[in-house]
């Protein structure tokens, strides 16, 4: 799932975007609000986090343009405006949620959680597909009700499957979703990945689509 965050402190982006990828979720950072309104509305996010002091536009204006637009995307304010009067607009204004600064990593994940089950209509912490299972709370993949010990990159690969299963994803999309801009990308280590899980869980939890890459079997 991706997910936009709309944030001019460099230290602090980062370390949203560092939480967010530990917990299986793919980040992308916009640091002004032009670039923000722009990106909110020509890219498909499953969720925002908007600040509102942003510079070239406030955070209160792309999260209005963006409502006007029809846009629904989940957005949750991320503000040091703590006034009630301030929460109270952000909210009315279309904000599925408003948290202040400075906020607990904790909390943040935990809202994120919430709204990204509320919009795909999954109000459980556990995405189950046939054999395989996703707590996401936990960040544990479970086969056949069995925990299935994995590192912390092959569980950003099997929470990817299991948030895309209806579609074939390609090496390079899996590829930019597990490495940070900075990594040595090798599309080539993905079948190192691909090969470890279907070890662990079974050998045919990833149908190999000639030519495209990988979609996941839920009737493995």
Do not use: C
């Not at 609000?33 to 509102?52: H, K, N, Q, V």
């Not at 990594?183 to 045919?204: L, Q, W, Y």
């Amino acid at each position: 799932m991706k997910i936009l965050i709309v944030e001019d402190d460099q230290a602090l982006s980062n370390n949203i975007a560092q939480v967010i990828e530990e917990n299986g979720w793919t980040p992308d950072v916009s640091f002004d609000g032009i670039d923000a309104l722009y990106r909110a509305t020509s890219e498909e996010w499953d969720l925002i986090i908007l600040d509102l002091g942003l510079p070239k536009l406030d955070g209160m204006t792309v999260l209005k343009s963006l409502r006007n637009e029809e846009i629904h995307t989940p957005v949750i304010i991320l503000s040091a405006r703590g006034a009630l009067s301030e929460r109270v607009e952000g909210l009315n204004s279309g904000a599925d949620d408003y948290v202040t600064k400075p906020f607990e990593n904790l909390e943040l994940i935990a809202r994120v959680r919430t709204h990204l089950r509320r919009a795909s209509g999954n109000t459980s912490p556990v995405i189950s597909l046939g054999d395989l299972s996703l707590d996401t709370r936990s960040s544990k993949v479970l086969w056949q009700g069995e925990a299935v010990a994995l590192t912390a990159l092959e569980y950003k690969v099997v929470a990817y499957f299991v948030h895309n299963s209806e579609k074939v994803i390609s090496r390079t999309e899996l590829v930019e979703h597990i490495y940070k801009q900075d990594f040595d990308r090798d599309s080539n280590t993905i079948e190192v990945f691909i090969g470890r899980i279907r070890k662990k869980i079974s050998p045919k939890v990833f149908q190999t689509v000639r030519g495209l890459g990988y979609r996941l079997n839920v009737d493995a």
